[in-house]
Structure formats: C-alpha cells, structure tokens
C-alpha cells in the first residue's frame, strides 16, 4: 500500500512565504502531483515532479526527493485567495491513477 | 485547458431514492473518466474507473449494485447512486485524465456533485 503524510492544517499571512510538506511511503514511485482545492470546488492541476529537484512556476514551486520520499510545495507572495486546501498525490508503478493525501488547509490571514 | 463539467452541482434527495450524476467532458474525448468520493476534511477517495464501452472498474469496498456507472459515449460518464442512504452523502467528483507535456497525464476533475440524503 501507500501511505501519504501532510499537515493537516497550516496559517500564514498575505505576501509571506509557506512551505507545505508531504511525505510517502510507496514501492515503485512514478511521480508527484499537487492540486489546490477550493472549499467545495474540484480540485485543480499545480504541479507534477517526477525528477529530483525544484520546479518553478509563478509563485508557486515543488520540490522532489525520491531518496527521501519528500516533496513540499512552495507559495511566495502569499495572497488571500491562496487559501484552499492542497493535496498531494503519488503514482506509482504503471498505474496513471494517483493516490490522494488527506490535504492540507491553508489559511492565509491580512 | 480540458474542461469537464458534472451534472447537477448539487442534490437533496429522500433516502431510498436514486440519484444520477453526469459528467462530461466538453473540448476532449476521454475514453476513461474516474469517479471519486470526498467525505469532509478527508482525502479524494477512487471509488471506479469508467470505460467507455466497456464495465466500470470498482475499488475495493465499493459496491458496484449501488454505485452504477455507464460510459455510454466518448463524452459521456454517468454514475447513479441506487437507493441512497444518508451515509451515501458526500462530494462526489469526476475526472478525465489529459496528457501534460511529457508522457505523463494528470487529471482534469470536473466541479464536483454535493449529495445531500436525508
């Protein structure tokens, strides 16, 4: 099985910098996404790591470390309306179905 | 981007009563849509695979006579909840996988169905 480890809930305040964590436990790693997910909304596309480093996109980037089973999610500039909730999710293996963590809420304050 | 859209948004229904729930996707073909279960403060949980053509795939502990799933068309996903329960509540979303650049694919979730069964 897998097993995918976030925060449950984090705060921070507008135009500062979050990092959101999350670790995994999985036998044959096939990449990492990060969606956002707006109370009651669907969740949305951020990111996708499948190589060890950092990928840079706007205000947001994700890291990678297959080693270590770690991956966090970095928001610059914080605004208001960052605050959803962030999931992290693993693939694995040849399976194109990715495994959900429980999310973590982001509440960004004035 | 892929658009997929769900049918309706939301829904309150007695308990016993059955409940269906479409989910399109609008400027692609997807010959395989997944259908997930959000209960509050808890992850996205898969409950099937759609094929188009073809049998659902059903996760394990997932009743497939109370969660029917017909992928009649390249466009087209619907799941109906037979004899919805109050514990049948939840936030049921949709997705349709789309290639990103590379050869890996991510997923397009449509908006997402609110259950409400009282």
């Known amino acids: 099985g897998q097993n995918i480890d976030q925060p449950t809930e984090m705060t921070a305040t507008e135009g500062a910098i979050v990092q959101i964590n999350c670790t995994y436990q999985?036998?044959?790693?096939?990449?990492l996404f990060w969606y956002q997910q707006h109370a009651g909304e669907a969740p949305t596309f951020l990111s996708y790591?499948?190589?060890?480093g950092l990928e840079e996109k706007g205000r947001f980037s994700s890291f990678l470390s297959r080693s270590k089973g770690y991956s966090y999610l970095l928001l610059k500039e914080l605004q208001m309306k960052d605050s959803a909730s962030y999931l992290c999710?693993?693939?694995?293996?040849?399976?194109?179905?990715?495994?959900f963590g429980r999310g973590t809420s982001l509440i960004v304050h004035p | 981007g892929a658009v997929v859209s769900q049918h309706p948004s939301w829904v309150i229904c007695k308990s016993g009563t059955s409940v269906k729930i479409e989910c399109r996707s609008l400027d692609f073909q997807a010959t395989t849509m997944f259908w997930y279960r959000q209960f509050p403060k808890q992850s996205l949980m898969l409950m099937a695979t759609s094929n188009e053509g073809s049998k659902a795939t059903y996760e394990q502990g997932v009743e497939k006579d109370k969660f029917l799933i017909n992928h009649a068309s390249l466009t087209l996903s619907t799941l109906t909840v037979t004899s919805a329960h109050p514990e049948d509540s939840s936030f049921y979303i949709c997705?349709?996988?789309?290639?990103?650049?590379?050869?890996?694919?991510?997923?397009?979730f449509g908006p997402g169905t609110r259950l409400t069964v009282l």
């Open positions: 999710a693993v693939k694995t293996g040849g399976s194109y179905i990715p495994t």
């Open positions: 997705s349709a996988p789309q290639r990103l650049a590379g050869s890996t694919d991510t997923q397009y």
């Open positions: 999985t036998s044959g790693f096939n990449g």
């Open positions: 790591n499948v190589l060890d």
